[in-house]
């Protein structure tokens, strides 16, 4: 067979299947859609209306969906409520991790470097939607499903306190910082940080950029009192010397 032959046949099966390649890949792409569709729909529902109240002829109205496309993708509730905290947990790992990346590592103004970390952390990962919905369910369904949110507990809040205690010791040995303890003082921060944000949080509000950047000042604050390099006693008068020993 000659090459222009074979290239013939090449072209014309291309021109065939090009169409089935294309169709395949808009199917593709729509069940995709579909499934994340129906993923964030029964985030939805099962925020309102917990595991037991929530129903898949609601997840299906909300979702734009028959009732037995939720079934041919998820083939039963539980398997639906799983698959949507794992989705859950998959975005608040992402943007924790992306949060942290921004911890400041100069050691020089570190109030504000801090400061501007606790709001980030505290609007992007623990007073965002899925922040909030992973700890009403965590109150709501933690009893049925300890094994799935003791999961959450170490790929989430665990993991920032290790991550945290390895940043803060990275500010120590750089002479900003001086702690005793490393995991014990980022928990410490979180728990600061979260401290005047408590009482709007449980009952589901989102606190305001303003409310968000006192409740971080406030928190910083009080962490570096605690934890701030002490000043240099070297030029004091010395009377205050002898005070600081």
Known sequence: MSKTSRRL???????????????GGHTQRGQCAKRMSILDAAADVFCRQGFAGASIDEIAAVACVSRQ???????EKETLFVAVVEDVMTRANAMLFSVLSSFPERADNLEDGLTAFAVRLNKNCICNHDGKFLRKLVQTEGERYPHLFESWRQQGPGKLTTALSALLARLAHKGALVIDDFDVAARQFVALGNADLQMM???????????LEGAARNAVRTFLKAYGRPADVAGRPPELAAIAG
Request: glycine share 4%; aromatic share 16%.
């Open 201 to 211: 949080t449980l009952f589901g509000e989102t606190p305001s950029d303003e409310e």
């Open 69 to 75: 496309t939720i079934y041919n993708h998820y083939r």
């Open 9 to 23: 046949i090449f072209f014309v099966m291309k021109d065939r299947m090009t169409p089935a390649i294309r169709m």
